[in-house]
């Protein structure tokens, strides 16, 4: 818990500071009411005048009001320095997992850090909050209560004693069951945030298999878990505060029983001196019973915090595997072209190889396309270009520089990637398709419509209500798939790179759009490299170099026509998607 403390700057420092001072004068007023309810005690058995008890009252006033308002500037303090610190780690916690790889955001999940960036940092917010009023207060109002009371009746310091003894013995029985449950709890909250992710990311298929009840059973019993986890917790919890005020008003009890007897044995002149000792007594032992109650209110925090701040920690300490270089250009002769020269590559933990002894060049302005099986390794193949995964073994080059030696942000300005599954995000077409930036570029209006133009999106983004500046929803739900995807094209194309990667890009588009499309970019993005991955012969069968892959290693290379003539496995898949006849005249 403590760890996540460096996050604080210097102002929060100091403003815990000037806390400090109000704080212990708030404690110094509210241990002076007992000795002006001493002198009250005083002046009543002595028979003195009531002039003295409204003055001493008056005094009594004061203090409780001085008290408030100490009060009030320490929870204000407290509140914006809570507030600052969990706002900072909110967006430390952000940027961290911004340059995480897919290594490292496979690691944690993404329900995880969707947890540990909301409820963990609100856990630790809370407990900064309250501990600041009461970590450094009860302390000071036990110790500086014991001092007032030491050596005012040794009876009656034992039945102190014992009850703090007591309270003690039974937070630290619970701590010790209640703390791994804490530890869980916050591994099931996950769970519900994946399922639940789950399920409104699915809705579509979740309906259309009618598994509704099958969710439902889902979330239950991750609920469930939760739940009985939560319940044992606040159970367990529950049993403090009955305890703790039987202890005070036993100890109220001890102490006016002592009392009598002292009293009773006491001689005549000296009964109402033991008589104040009792009162004030009475009243400092509350006080020490009560900063034991604070402190039982920062024991019950303070395990699921520390849980929390631990997780945060773990995302903020997490060095990435995958850092910049310190390239920003290529070499000067070589523009737009990839190289990769025995590459292999396998997933973390996993026992075999995705990809073997990959070797191949794209030339500038060449296109180059990757076909084969499910799972032969196509869309990994083009994820190790702009190192969303580094290679296991061999190398790539882009523009003669190795990938691992260039300015990630560099490298990106090089390429215009379209994933397998369009991503859009809420907002309008335009700021979709000019989203990001090329090295500081600014997109126009223009380039935007050209963009959506050569992507064959401006017949249904100009029919949209407001066109070019039509809302798009959270996750492009309110587009169609293929619509989807000419935008997500369109965003490559705005931002003209040297290198166009196409992770099958084109598979919601019918044979018509993909083709005028592709004929299109052609023309358009002269001299620039691309990179398909496709599933479709008839997409790919115009580039310049086909690779066949199967199981990650290449066995076919060239263009189509030689490819059905020397490769069985790329005559296999042509010959399940087009007739002979077909094959024939291409």
């Known amino acids: 818990m403590l760890k996540i403390l460096r996050y604080l700057k210097a102002t929060e420092w100091f403003l815990i500071g000037i806390s400090l001072i109000f704080i212990v004068t708030q404690v110094w007023l509210d241990l002076k009411l007992p000795e002006y309810m001493f002198e009250i005690t005083e002046i009543v058995t002595t028979s003195g005048a009531m002039s003295d008890i409204w003055l001493t009252g008056g005094y009594m006033i004061l203090c409780a009001l001085g008290s408030l308002v100490a009060a009030i500037v320490v929870g204000y303090f407290a509140s914006r320095i809570g507030a600052s610190f969990s706002q900072r780690i909110r967006s430390l916690l952000f940027n961290k997992v911004e340059s995480f790889s897919m290594e490292e955001i496979n690691r944690f999940s993404t329900s995880s850090l969707i947890t540990r960036s909301t409820n963990d940092i609100t856990q630790v917010q809370m407990l900064i909050v309250i501990a600041l009023q009461i970590v450094v207060k009860a302390p000071i109002m036990a110790v500086w209560a014991v001092i ?32 791994p449950k804490f530890k869980k709890m916050q591994i099931l909250t996950d769970d519900v945030t994946r399922v639940t992710r789950e399920n409104l990311t699915g809705l579509r298929v979740v309906r259309a298999y009618n598994a509704e009840d099958y969710q439902e059973t889902k979330f239950e019993a991750t ?74 209110i920062i024991f019950i925090m303070l395990p699921r915090a520390s849980v929390s701040a631990q997780r945060i920690n773990e995302v903020l300490d997490t060095e990435p595997s995958i850092v910049d270089g310190k390239e920003t250009d290529g070499k000067p002769d070589v523009k737009g072209e990839i190289t990769f020269n025995n590459v292999s590559f396998k997933y973390p933990d996993a026992a075999g190889y995705v990809l073997e002894n990959v070797s191949f060049t794209a030339k ?12 032969s390794g196509k869309s990994t193949l083009v994820n190790l270009i702009p ?58 209006v223009d380039e935007v419509k050209q963009a959506v133009q050569i992507a064959q999106g401006a017949d249904f983004v100009e029919k949209m209500e407001n066109g070019y500046e039509a809302s798009i929803s959270q996750g492009g739900t309110n587009v169609s798939g293929g619509q989807k995807q000419r ?5 490559a194309v705005c931002r003209k790179p040297e290198i ?62 030689e490819l059905l003539r020397d490769c069985a496995v790329y005559k296999e898949i042509a010959m399940s998607q087009l007739s002979e006849e077909e094959l024939n005249d291409e």
């Open 148 to 179: 007032k009371i030491a050596g005012k009746g040794f009876e009656w310091s034992i039945a102190t004693g014992v009850a703090v003894l007591v309270v003690l013995v039974l937070v630290a029985i619970l701590m010790a069951f209640v703390i």
């Open 223 to 296: 609920n469930k878990a939760l739940t009985d986890t939560q319940m044992f917790t606040n159970r367990a919890m529950a049993m403090l505060l009955p305890v703790l005020m039987a202890m005070l008003n036993g100890l109220s009890l001890a102490i006016y029983w002592i009392g009598a007897y002292l009293i009773d044995a006491a001689q005549m002149m000296d009964k109402s001196t033991v008589f104040a000792d009792m009162v004030i007594f009475s009243n400092y032992a509350m006080q020490v019973i009560m900063a034991f109650m604070l402190m039982v």
């Open 364 to 375: 500038q302005g060449e296109t180059v396309a990757f076909i084969g099986s499910t799972g």
């Open 387 to 444: 190192r969303f995964f580094d290679v296991t073994e061999g190398e790539v080059f882009v523009d003669g520089i190795n990938v691992k030696n260039y300015k990630l942000e560099a490298l990106y300005n090089k390429i215009g990637y379209v994933p397998q599954k369009a991503v859009l995000f809420t907002g309008t077409v335009a700021s979709n398709v000019a989203y990001g930036d090329n090295g500081g570029d600014n997109f126009t």
């Open 487 to 491: 935008i997500a094209i369109a965003r």
């Open 500 to 561: 166009y990667i196409f992770d099958d890009s084109f598979s919601a588009l019918d044979y018509k759009t993909d083709r005028i499309l592709r004929r299109k970019l052609k023309q358009e993005t002269a001299g620039v490299t691309n990179i398909i991955v496709a599933q479709r012969i008839g997409t790919i069968m115009d580039a310049d170099q086909i690779i066949v892959l199967d199981e990650g290693k290449i066995v076919g290379k060239g263009t189509h026509k």
